[in-house]
Nanobody, 127 residues
Framework: QVQLGESGGGLVQAGGSLRLSCVAS????????MGWFRQAPGKEREFVAA????????FSADSVKGRFTISRNNAKNTVYLQMNSLKPEDTAVYSC????????????????????WGQGTQVTVSS
């Protein structure tokens, strides 16, 4: 199993930007499809964005499309979430997740499809 650790969260004003990073260790990173999820207090976990093993295929939730971008650097065992034009409703704990797959272009959007999770990083957007 791969171990995941997120960083880059914090407090930002509405309209600002943050870049989250998720570093993986323990296994070959390029065999994992990766995803970002978020959970706000009192709400269910929500899909944010995901990419395939090479990063060539990506998918984002409608709520963040055009504002958030997922990318990865397999040489650095890292997946990123660039968040621009942040809104107060983006406030949540953001977690990265990994799913081992032998399908090159697989992009996964459901939490139950992932088998490794990070601890999460808090993102707070003030109005």
């Amino acid at each position: 199993q791969v171990q995941l650790g997120e960083s880059g969260g914090g407090l930002v004003q509405a309209g600002g930007s943050l870049r989250l990073s998720c570093v993986a260790s323990g296994r070959t990173f390029s065999v994992y499809a990766m995803g970002w999820f978020r959970q706000a207090p009192g709400k269910e976990r929500e899909f944010v964005a995901a990419n395939s093993r090479s990063g060539s295929s990506t998918f984002s939730a409608d709520s963040v499309k055009g504002r958030f971008t997922i990318s990865r650097n397999n040489a650095k065992n890292t997946v990123y979430l660039q968040m621009n034009s942040l809104k107060p409703e983006d406030t949540a704990v953001y977690s990265c997740a990994a799913a081992m797959t032998n399908v090159e272009n697989m992009v996964l959007m459901r939490p139950q499809e992932y088998d490794s999770w990070g601890q999460g990083t808090q993102v707070t957007v003030s109005s």
